[in-house]
T-cell receptor, first 109, second 113 residues
Framework: RKEVEQDPGPFNVPEGATVAFNCTYSNSASQSFFWYRQDCRKEPKLLMSVYSSGNEDGRFTAQLNRASQYISLLIRDSKLSDSATYLCVASGGYQKVTFGTGTKLQVIP | DTEVTQTPKHLVMGMTNKKSLKCEQHMGHRAMYWYKQKAKKPPELMFVYSYEKLSINESVPSRFSPECPNSSLLNLHLHALQPEDSALYLC????????????FGPGTRLTVL
């Protein structure tokens, strides 16, 4: 079993739709969690950190469920520019940083 | 300035060559990382440097040799690579190791012939 797992997709959604991604992690020692987005042939860029209380940044909402060991990302009112691969990251525990397998999102006009 | 720079952007090398990848950050970060990313796969952690000391080596073959000359610079020395080592090599930095936001450089796209 991979340490951090995501549905690879692709998720094909129309503009304006709401889409949700989940990510599960197996290392209970993980302490910090992030969502990154990666455009084709570019480096990953931080989208948002994920806090236990949940956090929102504009159209993006991230949630953490430590008991079930999953994190989620909700994107509302999808834009064409949201098309990318979304990577979840679990960090901590002997400085280990592990990326999830990535979920590809394609927003369609 | 949240920029991490990497040189070169592209590198083509033969299996007998020796080359180096360079990474630089001026954010005062004390942790730096090397990742390898193959097409359609997530980045895989290779090395972590914390306060200029190697703290994690994810069982990387010895043909990859990291070096951290100072807190701003990170090198990856390459020798006798194999074609399967062709990938995007990403450098990242964070304030301290583990649990902190990482900032990534644009990567070096390496092709081994």
């Amino acid at each position: 079993r991979k340490e951090v797992e995501q549905d690879p997709g692709p998720f094909n959604v129309p503009e304006g739709a709401t889409v949700a991604f989940n990510c599960t992690y197996s290392n209970s020692a993980s302490q910090s969690f992030f969502w990154y987005r990666q455009d084709c042939r570019k480096e990953p860029k931080l989208l948002m950190s994920v806090y236990s209380s949940g956090n929102e940044d504009g159209r993006f909402t991230a949630q953490l469920n430590r008991a079930s060991q999953y994190i989620s990302l909700l994107i509302r009112d999808s834009k064409l520019s949201d098309s990318a691969t979304y990577l979840c990251v679990a960090s901590g525990g002997y400085q280990k940083v592990t990326f999830g397998t990535g979920t590809k999102l394609q927003v369609i006009p | 300035d949240t920029e991490v720079t990497q040189t070169p952007k592209h590198l083509v090398m033969g299996m007998t060559n020796k080359k180096s990848l360079k990474c630089e950050q001026h954010m005062g970060h004390r942790a730096m990382y090397w990742y390898k990313q193959k097409a359609k796969k997530p980045p895989e952690l290779m090395f972590v440097y914390s306060y200029e000391k190697l703290s994690i080596n994810e069982s990387v073959p010895s043909r990859f040799s990291p070096e951290c000359p100072n807190s701003s610079l990170l090198n990856l020395h390459l020798h006798a690579l194999q074609p399967e080592d062709s990938a995007l090599y990403l450098c990242a930095s964070s304030q301290v190791a583990g649990g902190e936001t990482q900032y990534f450089g644009p990567g070096t796209r390496l092709t081994v012939l």
